[in-house]
């Protein structure tokens, strides 16, 4: 068995979700936070056989989209003014950010 993790964009994720129980994977979802943009994201949770794995990356692929997101600077409070960048800077986030982990036991009382 393998618990996957998945930090997607939240506007990705009711589309990740519907897809999900439709293909009767079991998830969790949890809000979350990400630590660069300080933007909600939300992380699944999703405990799996390991042969269901690869349908499930390919799920996860196809329902979530990279977007271009704009940074805003963050002004310094008594920082190093030097390395301070007044302009808003793009970077590109998601699809998915998906971490695949093994797991030793599974119990459901
Ligand atoms: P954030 O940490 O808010 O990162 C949003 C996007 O900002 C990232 O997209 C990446 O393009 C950029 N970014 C992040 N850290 C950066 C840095 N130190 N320098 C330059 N650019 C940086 P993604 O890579 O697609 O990540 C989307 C979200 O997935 C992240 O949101 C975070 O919540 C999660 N994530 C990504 N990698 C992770 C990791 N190794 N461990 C835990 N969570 C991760």
Known sequence: MKMVIAVVQDQDSNRLSNALTKAEFRATKLASTGGFLRAGNTTFLIGTDDDRVPPLLNLIRDNCRARDQLVAPVSPMGG??????????????????????????????
């Open 80 to 109: 190093n003014a030097d390395a301070y960048i007044p302009y808003p800077v793009e970077v590109e986030v998601g699809g998915a950010t998906v971490f695949v982990l093994p797991i030793e036991q599974f119990h459901h009382f």
